[in-house]
């Protein structure tokens, strides 16, 4: 039995598993409401028992193999406490329940990688570093035969595209099926109603302004869906023609400034939900939403700019002015030159960004000087941090 249990142990769920700089817990003290730990380290941890006893690791509340809670939450006693709390001679957190005896064992990594005090939150955020038009001397980039390749190609690249918003990936093969296929090595594509893949070349009876030469200002793709797409991929195959240089902003950078310079027309961009609407024959596409998405810390969580899809306003006849000049302050900022990064996307380079974040758009070009031709796909973020997140892992 022990045997068994070890090996489960050891081939548990990755949350267990000691990290790359794992520090040991040194002890623990209980409190009236607050179990606490400590680790060699010097961090302190502060847990609620109830959230211990509702997290229970035994088998019987949280399947070894599946990795999932099978506790029913009718069965936890919110009043439940613990009769003794111990680290165990296995360096693990041990608790005996006063109520039913049940015994909860819990792993020092485990602790630490649930751990919910606000250094342990801010510990495990994800590093986000907003630009501006400067980026241009320093622009992520990945290798194409990298990110095929390697593990660490296509974590740098996921990385790049967590925390800058967008990466550019070099020396691609000029091929049309290129870009989906570098877009599945992080996830599945996301299919919407331009199919899985779509080219963007100028062509007669354009279904959309993007397939025409005219210039684009930069947007979010498919504002009108309940989730826009994620990531954002876009190959470019041939470019002869004069014109069509390629626009990208980061969008929270230029939402925090609006915060700083208007908070007035920030707050009404955040709290006035609008409808963005894609039809034609066969469609009829629309999400109401609000401009800019803030969590519940205020932190900018993803734009919905795209002149093209936006419905016409069904708001109180006293917001209308308001929130016009809410918006376009907003994207006075956005197009700000001191905030864009603009380049001639070369062929053979595919332009990826956060779709929700990082605004897009191009140049007006000159069809008749030479061919210009792309090819785009999205994966969803949820993807391509997961995917990020098992790159990561210790091995
Ligand atoms: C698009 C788009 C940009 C470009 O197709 O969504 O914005 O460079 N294209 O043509
Ligand atoms: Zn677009």
Same mark, same amino acid.
């Given at each position: ?243 069509? #240089?390629?626009?990208? =902003? +980061?969008?929270?950078? !230029?939402?925090?400034? $609006? /915060? ?114 792309? #090819?785009?796909?999205? =994966? +969803?973020?949820?993807? !391509?941090?997961?995917? $990020? /997140? ?6």
């Amino acid at each position: 039995m022990a045997a068994v249990e070890k090996r489960v142990r050891l081939n548990a769920d990755p949350d267990f598993w000691p990290g790359k700089d794992h520090a040991p817990m040194t002890g623990v003290d209980v409190r009236e409401d607050c179990v606490k730990i400590f680790w060699a380290d010097g961090r302190v941890g502060h847990f609620h028992p109830l959230w211990l006893r509702d997290n229970c690791l035994s088998p019987s509340c949280y399947h070894p193999e599946a990795w999932e809670k099978i506790q029913d939450l009718l069965a936890v006693d919110p009043e439940d406490r613990p009769a003794s709390a111990v680290l165990g001679a296995d360096g693990e957190l041990e608790i005996h329940w006063a109520s039913d005896g049940h015994v909860s064992r819990f792993p020092g990594p485990w602790l630490r990688r649930n751990c919910y005090d606000d250094w342990a939150l801010e510990e495990r955020r994800p590093h986000r570093v907003l630009w501006d038009a400067a980026i241009a001397g320093e622009r992520p980039e990945v290798d194409f035969t990298a990110v095929m390749q390697t593990r660490d190609g296509l974590r740098d690249w996921i990385y790049k595209l967590r925390t800058y918003g967008f990466c550019i990936v070099t020396d691609a093969p000029k091929r049309s099926g290129v870009v989906t296929a570098a877009a599945r090595r992080i996830g599945f594509l996301r299919e919407t109603h331009f199919g899985t893949d779509y080219s963007v070349e100028s062509k007669p009876n354009p279904e959309n302004v993007a397939y025409t030469a005219i210039e684009l200002k930069t947007h979010n793709d498919l504002s009108n869906c309940e989730a826009p797409p994620g990531i954002q991929f876009l190959h470019c195959i041939e470019f002869e023609a004069t014109g069509g #240089e390629s626009i990208l =902003v +980061d969008g929270f950078a !230029a939402s925090e400034k $609006l /915060r700083g310079m208007d908070p007035d027309a920030f707050d009404l961009l955040a709290q006035t939900p609008v409808v963005a609407r894609f039809h034609d024959y066969d469609w009829d596409i629309r999400h109401r939403a609000p401009t800019i998405a803030v969590d519940h810390n205020g932190v900018v969580q993803e734009l919905r700019v795209n002149r093209q899809l936006e419905a016409p306003l069904d708001i109180p006849n006293e917001k209308v002015k308001p929130f016009i000049k809410a918006k376009q302050a907003l994207v006075r900022m956005l197009r700000a030159p001191e905030q864009e990064y603009r380049f001639k996307l070369r062929p053979g380079e595919i332009m990826s960004f956060h779709n929700r974040r990082v605004l897009h758009g191009r140049a007006a070009f000159d069809p008749n000087s030479g061919r210009r031709k792309l #090819e785009g796909c999205y =994966v +969803d973020c949820d993807q !391509a941090w997961s995917r $990020l /997140r098992v790159l990561e892992r210790a091995e």
